[in-house]
Structure formats: C-alpha cells, structure tokens
C-alpha cells in the first residue's frame, strides 16, 4: 500500500513499482489507509509519506501498529535526523528522504519485504495441529478430528479449512480460496467452491444451516468462526 498524498508522486512510484512486479494500492490519506487496511488482504508493505492531510503520518503509523506489525517504509521530504528517528521509533521498518531515484527505492522494498519473509518463516513454530473449538487439524498428515473422532475429508476439503485455520484473523474472497486451493486463476465459477464449502459444512458442523467453523461474511467471503 502506498500512502502519498502527491498525485504526481503516488503517481509515478506506483508505476514504478507495478513494473517491478508489486501489485500497489495508491492511498491518499491516513484515514482511507486505516479503512483499506482493515478491508482487504495482509499487505507485504506500506510506504507511508509523514505529511498527510487529515491524520498526518506518523499517527497513522501508531494506528497501522495497534493491528498489524506489516513492515513499513517512511518516505519524507524532511531531512532532520529527528523526524527520521521519530518516525523508526514509532514502529516504522526503514525511511528513505524525498527526492529519491526510483533504483534506490525498489531497492529498499525488496530488500525490506525479503528481510520480513526471511523473519517469518524463521520464527514460525512447527505447529503439528491446529485446534478450533471441538476440532483438532493435523497439517502434517492432513487429518481431522472432531470430539477423538477422525473426519474424512477430500484434499480439498481439508486443504480449505487448514488455509482458513491457518489465518483465523484473516477473510478469504472466493477468488483467493479457489486460488490457493486449486493453484490456478479463477474465472468467476461460484459452485466449484460453493459445493466444496457447503460439503465441509456438512462433515465439521453440528449445524450445517447454522455453521461455526466456516462462517460466511456476506457480499466478500468465508472466514473461520470460533
């Protein structure tokens, strides 16, 4: 996400980047940042600008912090030493001052979006189960219980409620869940996943009419319930 009220500059850093291959939502102002970052997938970074209309950037910095720990590069026209260690102390990942060449800044993205990767996958913990109410998800031999008592589920089916497991936090559009499931581009087939969710339903709840585990969030997707 790139947070720049400068049209010219959101602009060309958004071109810039969209070559390199980053997919970049533009974001004008600290408010709408908030909103979309709570509307939409994790992103892999925010480039956010100090000066910003409305919320200005570095509060917008403390609330991108209460809810998310995503790695963020500041851009800033002010060159003091004292904005640049404000702004890292507030949470911000690494800072680069306004001008700078398009080289240097896609530079600084990849590095800081392999250093953020490099980190998670070496702190994550081998997990050999995931538990969620009455049920107990092995992704190591794609089993599930429910109460002791095995569920046989097709690879789908299991691979779809471990992806949602996985991010309990996280809403998953069909798209994304036909995308990641299947490993290929979804082309607005509805009943592939509406069948494939509906018989999950009818192996893990109590209820399938009422389901706890995967609850639909209307008019977007399906998100683990607790």
């Known amino acids: 996400m790139l ?37 939409t997938d994790p992103f892999d970074l925010i480039l956010l600008d100090l000066m ?35 702004g890292l102390g507030f949470g911000a990942d690494d800072y680069i001052t306004k001008p700078f060449s398009m080289i240097e800044l896609a530079a600084r993205v990849k590095a800081l979006i392999r250093r953020a990767t490099l980190y998670t996958v070496a702190r994550q913990p081998e997990q050999a189960a995931i538990e969620v109410g009455d049920l107990l998800i092995h992704s190591t031999n794609f089993s599930v219980q429910k109460r002791g008592v095995d569920i046989k589920l097709t690879a789908k089916e299991f691979q779809i409620l471990n992806l949602l497991a996985a991010k309990p936090e996280r809403v998953f559009t069909k798209a994304q869940l036909y995308t990641q499931v299947w490993n290929e581009d979804y082309f607005g087939d509805e009943n592939v996943i509406n069948v494939h969710i509906r018989r999950l339903r009818e192996k893990i709840e109590d209820d399938p009419s009422a389901p706890r585990y995967i609850q639909t969030v209307w008019g977007i997707g399906y998100k683990l319930g607790e």
């Open 52 to 86: 910003l209309p409305g919320m200005d950037g570095l509060d917008c910095l403390k609330k991108i912090r209460e809810t998310s720990t995503v790695p963020v590069l500041i851009l800033s026209a002010k060159d003091g030493e004292v904005d640049k260690a404000l």
């Open 3 to 39: 947070i720049e009220d400068d049209p010219s500059i959101s602009d060309v850093v958004s071109m810039q980047l969209t070559k390199e291959g980053y997919a970049v939502t533009p974001v004008f102002d600290g408010l709408s940042a908030i909103e979309v970052l709570g509307q």
